[in-house]
């Protein structure tokens, strides 16, 4: 192996690493560490019921509910770690006033076998702490059926509704099951910039970034201009970056923010919303490229258990991933979609946009696509060149491009992705038909100079994917705190 | 348990999801789905040797080294999977004239004990296939030593070199160890806004964002001043919103990225970088904050092994983590640190700014007392008040706050963190001395208004922590694609 020089290399390890505790009298800085935190109400009820003998443990969350009845008082406890809390079992005499919804609590008590139907075990409690109040009166999280746009307005204290606390988790799952999939397949994750000099995608409203003139203390055009020498905007897309790594590590991907300026106001998008791309080398069609999305799609499936208070939540769903899991899905050539789009239409006159080859498949088309006539997730391969971005790999007819766009029913195109044109001499005059300045682009057609290697990936749509397996419909309920046009909270 | 009404729950699931194949002309449209990659170089030579008998393997990669003897030449293949790549041993009667260093090929061939020195197993082929040709005249990436500066002007193939695949590597597998350990201890993973209206700091340079008014067809004032309905920035630290989702969650973390428009030009800043903060509710005291910061990183140095192209791979880097591994790492207060640094400069005048009670550890102080007294990692803690941003804890000493940051030999502070003021009267009477307008901090207030529990957390850098543990001295060599100010490619 060959060693370059392209980090410094510290001759010698200094020697106050080697030797520790150099100076005695620093001897008394030094105690035991502690050690992990204490078991959340998830990991308490988790433990196997014959494992625990009556021995205290200590309980700490949000009140949920508290119901009182002749002799005690049942309250439902909540440290956010599962959706249904824990029972905790309270006696009359032992009830602090404040002990009301929304407030902050420890409870000191035994696990004890419940007696009740809903939980196996609750909480004979013995010390109750309130360490925050939480006024009745003035809690805008109250018990009632609170609208989307209230809760939206509520941006910092919605995630204390079950829903969106359930939603929370179920990302978290998504975003470990994500990880665990791709490093099964050996990919590296990588974190691709999100300040950029390029627009990936060619076209779509971008953000700018400049220095804050508020705060700075040059002048307004220097600062503006200048600080990266060049302008800069925010990411659409990690995909050329990320081809860049693939052209030394082979198989990488990311979980990036991305941005688009975008004024419209629709439920399936968002001005902030993050990204699961992914790129590797030494593939050699687009089915390879679906081979790899379904697989992923698929053990995400497997992974997930979506709560109780989901939408989605209730066997409909888990049925549906179950036949999805299993079958293979369904992949069709974007000519054989309009095809069958024609047909249909010709038929029924079902659409409001004619279907016709070298046009974009509007919505209706993909929903009928998808929900209708596959039932669904399907594949759409293989469309016209002109329809999509200048990196995609030209087919040997030299009309379509090896692309692909899996559609969901109910929610759309989930995942987009390609081949990319690894071709010097076919990049280059694509990159000339859309009109792209080749000097901008030298770093990336470089790729395809020295030692290019035919690549593929996609991009999917990280709140589609949490829409798509939670049954909410509106983005905006897919991630922590939406940022769309004119909205911006906290 | 009560589900409030966040989400629209659709009344019944549409029919075509529970019915799949409506149409049985869809039939044709499926297929067998294909199985996962192939292996890569990693997955093939970690296999046991025994379990390998002479079957026929392909290998896909680029090009490292290519050695010609009398009867047979040796290649090692590299595809990004492990440092060592393969070896490859070729007939000479098979040797292409493009097979060429950064070239990327396919070979075919068995798998058979290597009788070489520096590997197990070598590949003999018996195929070549050269994908991409790379004319060893005028690639950038050569074999002999390269300058940083050289390489970060050719930030699009840095990656292909041995040092810097190893460090994308190396940040991987610290991703992965970082998401096992808050996973073992329950926490969710969220992802905070990237893009705020506030400033966490409440110091510091900031990037504003606006629509790129290029592109738009608003006028320029609406476009830049309205797309959010307020000034939007680029977010500093997710700390503020790590609060709103741990009085719900309890336990939450994320690794996002982090922007500071800073024009100093050192080895430990970039503009844009990525963070790891951890918030969780019911914690006591700034010890629970310092063990669980230790425990983390303990767990991650042991999950991790540096290779071979790292500056800190020979064992020493080794033999540091396991002696930071099994050791309780040192604690000190502030107004101990100050006093064992005044005394120091008692006696040997060692600091060019005096240590006093009251100011801020200059660098040179970190050092001495991280590198020097104590020889190893040090959290320092209790810092006073007017040195630290308005939201951590006061100490019933009135003076100071319960924080720390946590210092480490020649990477100065990796770690800062806190407990958080839950006390509603000590933050805003904190806020009015930081100069806060309360009214726009109102959500965060709210926090502390609605069931207030006591909390903490900190924040970590991600290129710092790849610094300590590669050894690669600048942050600027320990991330893919760096941004600083005044640069910015790709």
New interface residues.
């Given amino acids: 192996?060959?060693?370059?020089?392209?980090?410094?290399?510290?001759a010698t390890?200094?020697k106050?690493?080697?030797?520790?505790?150099?100076?005695s009298?620093?001897q008394k800085?030094?105690?035991?560490?502690?050690?992990?935190?204490?078991?959340?109400i998830?990991?308490l009820l988790a433990r196997p019921e014959s494992s625990q003998p009556l021995h205290p443990v200590e309980v700490?969350?949000?009140?949920?509910?508290v119901r009182r009845q002749k002799n005690v008082t049942f309250a439902?406890i909540s440290?956010?770690?599962w959706?249904?809390?824990m029972q905790a079992v309270l006696s009359n005499t032992n009830i602090p006033k404040n002990l009301t919804n929304?407030?902050?609590v420890?409870l000191g008590g035994t696990l004890v076998k419940s007696l009740g139907a809903g939980q196996a075990q609750e909480l004979r409690v013995d010390t109750v702490d309130v360490?925050?109040?939480?006024?009745p009166e003035?809690?805008?999280?109250q018990?009632?059926?609170?609208?989307?746009e209230y809760?939206r307005e509520n941006?910092?204290?919605?995630?204390?509704?079950?829903?969106?606390?359930s939603?929370?988790?179920l990302?978290?799952e998504l975003?470990?099951a994500v990880?665990g999939f791709f490093?099964?397949?050996?990919f590296?994750?990588?974190?691709?910039?999100?300040?950029?000099?390029?627009d990936c995608e060619g076209a779509g409203?971008?953000?700018?970034?400049?220095?804050?003139?508020a705060?700075?203390t040059l002048p307004e055009g220097d600062a503006q201009e200048?600080?990266?020498?060049?302008p800069?905007?925010?990411t659409v897309s990690s995909q050329?970056?990320l081809e860049?790594?693939a052209?030394?590590?082979?198989?990488v991907y990311t979980l990036s923010?991305c941005?688009r300026?975008e004024?419209s106001q629709t439920s399936r998008h968002l001005?902030?919303f993050?990204m699961l791309e992914a790129e590797?080398?030494?593939t050699r069609s687009v089915?390879?490229v679906c081979?790899?999305v379904?697989?992923c799609l698929k053990g995400v499936l497997a992974r997930i258990t979506p709560d109780?208070?989901?939408?989605?939540s209730d066997g409909?769903l888990r049925?549906?991933l179950n036949?999805g899991q299993y079958?293979?899905?369904?992949?069709?050539t974007y000519t054989?979609a309009v095809a069958?789009l024609e047909r249909h239409h010709a038929s029924s006159r079902a659409f409001e946009f004619e279907p016709k080859w070298g046009r974009s498949l509007q919505s209706e088309h993909e929903r009928w696509l998808s929900?209708?006539?596959?039932?669904?997730p399907?594949f759409v391969t293989d469309y016209p060149a002109s329809l999509k971005p200048f990196y995609m790999r030209l087919n040997d007819d030299r009309k379509t491009v090896a692309c692909f766009d899996l559609l969901i029913?109910?929610v759309g195109e989930l995942v987009g992705g390609s081949l990319r044109e690894?071709r010097l001499d076919y990049l280059v005059a694509s990159m000339k038909t859309h009109g792209l300045d080749e000097e901008e682009y030298k770093?990336?057609t470089?790729?395809?100079?020295?030692?290019?290697?035919?690549h593929g990936g996609f991009g999917m749509g990280f709140e589609r994917l949490v829409s798509w397996l939670?049954?909410?419909?509106?983005v905006r309920?897919c991630?922590?705190?939406p940022?769309w046009?004119?909205?911006?909270?906290?």
Avoid at 29 to 40: E, I, K, R, V
Avoid at 155 to 165: E, G, K, M
Avoid at 308 to 312: E, I, M, N
């Fill in positions: 192996m060959f060693l370059r020089g392209c980090v410094t290399t510290p390890l200094p106050s690493l080697a030797v520790r505790r150099l100076f009298s620093s800085y030094f105690a035991t560490a502690g050690t992990s935190l204490p078991q959340t998830r990991q700490s969350g949000w009140v949920k509910s439902v440290d956010g770690s959706a249904p809390g929304g407030a902050s420890r360490l925050g109040d939480c006024d003035t809690y805008p999280i018990k009632q059926a609170l609208s989307v809760l941006a910092h204290l919605r995630p204390r509704t079950d829903a969106v606390a939603m929370l988790r990302r978290s975003h470990r990880h490093e099964g397949q050996d590296t994750h990588v974190h691709t910039p999100i300040l950029t000099s390029s409203e971008t953000f700018r970034v400049v220095p804050n003139t705060q700075s200048e600080f990266f020498s060049k800069a905007y925010l050329l970056h860049a790594l052209s030394s590590l082979s198989r923010p941005f300026a004024r001005a902030e993050w590797w080398a030494f089915d390879d081979d790899l379904e697989a109780s208070s989901l939408p989605w409909r049925s549906l036949a079958d293979a899905w369904a992949r069709m054989d069958e929900e209708s006539f596959i039932g669904g399907v029913p109910h690894e770093w990336y470089d790729l395809r100079r020295f030692g290019s290697a035919p939670s049954g909410i419909e509106n309920e991630i922590a705190m940022r046009a004119k909205r911006m909270l906290l």
